[in-house]
């Protein structure tokens, strides 16, 4: 393992901001620390950088303990949401920064420097002051200025937050590329779902100082541990419904078959069923789980539809259809409905 924290404490008087955090993080792996706001992963990257020492618990980066040691001698690479560049140095200054500090001789500053600004396809720039350039440039800046002492691991703490949408879009590619290229171990932190399942190899979700569950997107979108990672990891259905002999009833469905049935007790159970798994009108009507609904919002995001629905006798539910420029218009505000699903794309959400 390149970075492994082990049993990490972190208390603030009574708010325990980490509450015991167990992580590896492969070298060349890309992982990021999904949270809502106040979840505690700024106080993780900071244990990890060395700005926060943790009362309890240990952090080795490349097999070194380095709990206790400061920031500088961890060799790391680090980038922020608001750009943290020298207002007063060149671009080409501020990515030599970190190799001056450690006293690299002069023609392997010069040469690292310019590999850096054609790696971030800022070559023409050099001579450019921070203010001169937008907020994307700026921030391909510090992403160099990160990279260029060969760091052991390099951390991101919201890089793209300030940027607007396509930007964000196209430096978060950029980054991925970058990262894979020099197979750099990078520690990503977010609270945007969307941009975790862009980005990640593995995405750990924290929830109140803990790691709640941690894996590959895929799995973490489809087979979630509990409704906390279900609801804050795309949106979901989350169905009630009282399981007995390998089937669930779900008011409005009925009978539906519950997957992986024999491990499943009698009883209340939760079931996920993703947005994109409810289908409407003819493509529902071959699906065995149906039930009738009514449209009570549509709204139009372009290449899909997103429509809250009420099920008679039942729960409201979301639904997302796919949508081509020939297909006619999704069912409007007011519309009868029929709904269904394949069983198999429910998933059992762990009770707790
Ligand atoms: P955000 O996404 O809003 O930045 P976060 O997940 O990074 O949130 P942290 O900043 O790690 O969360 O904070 C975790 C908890 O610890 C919060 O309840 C916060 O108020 C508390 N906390 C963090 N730093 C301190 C501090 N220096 N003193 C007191 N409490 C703190």
Redesign the pocket.
Known sequence: MQLSVTGIVRR??T?A?LGGVDLDVAEGEFLTIL?P????????LKAIAGFEIPDEGAVTLGGLDVTLAPPRSREVGMVFQNYALFPHMSVAQNIAFPLEMRRRPRAEVRQRVEAALRLVELEGMAARLPRQLSGGQQQRVALARAVVFDPKLLLLDEPFGALDRKLRESLQLEVRRLQRRLGLTTLFIT?DQEEALIMSDRIAV?DK?RIQQIGRPGDLYARPASRFVADFLGESNLLEGRAGQGVAQLPGFGAVPLPGAAAQPDGPVTLLLRPEALRVEAAAAPLPCRATGTVLETVFLGQSAKLRLRVEGGAEMLARLPLRPSDPPPPAEGVVVTLGFAPEDLHVVPQG
């Open positions: 603030f008087g708010v901001a949270g706001s106040g979840s505690g992963k700024t106080t993780l609270h924290m100082g």
